[in-house]
C-alpha cells in the first residue's frame, strides 16, 4: 500500500523550531520528488518547500518560509523531513508532504498540480 505519513508535529512558542518526518511506505521514496504543503483554518492549502528525486537539485522554498525553513531526505530511511526554525504564529496550520506523480524528476514544483499522493498531516500550533 502507497502512503506516506507524516509527524513531528506539536505546540511551539514563538521563535522555537520543529522537525516534521514524512515517512514513505510501499514505494522508494527517493525516485520522486517531495512537497511539503500547509493549510490553516478557512485558508487554501499553499505549498512551501519541495525537492527533488535523490535530493541532488536545489530545493524550492515559499517566501514565507524562506530562510527559516529547511527541507531535506534520507533515502535510506524513506523519509523527507522539513525543519522548521524561528517559527511565528502564522506557521499555525496542517503540514501535509505529498509526493510527485512523475517518477524520476530532475525538479520539483511547490505547486499542488503534480502531487497525487498525500499524508493525513500533522498540527502545528504556533502560540505564546
Known amino acids: 500500500q502507497l502512503q506516506l505519513v507524516e509527524s513531528g508535529g506539536g505546540s511551539v512558542q514563538p521563535g522555537g523550531s520543529l522537525r516534521l518526518s514524512c515517512a514513505a511506505s510501499?514505494?522508494?521514496?527517493?525516485?520522486?520528488?517531495i512537497g511539503w504543503f500547509r493549510q490553516a483554518p478557512g485558508k487554501e492549502r499553499e505549498g512551501i518547500s519541495c525537492?527533488?528525486?535523490?535530493?541532488?537539485?536545489?530545493?524550492n522554498y515559499a517566501d514565507s518560509v524562506k530562510g527559516r525553513f529547511t527541507i531535506s531526505r534520507d533515502n535510506a530511511k524513506n523519509t523527507v523531513y522539513l525543519q522548521m526554525s524561528s517559527l511565528k504564529p502564522e506557521d499555525t496550520a496542517g503540514y501535509y508532504c505529498a509526493r510527485d506523480w512523475r517518477p524520476y524528476s530532475h525538479l520539483c514544483t511547490i505547486t499542488k498540480g503534480p502531487y497525487n499522493l498525500w499524508g493525513q498531516g500533522t498540527q502545528v500550533t504556533v502560540s505564546s
Open positions: 510501499g514505494f522508494t521514496l527517493d525516485n520522486y520528488a
Open positions: 525537492i527533488n528525486s535523490r535530493g541532488d537539485g536545489m530545493p
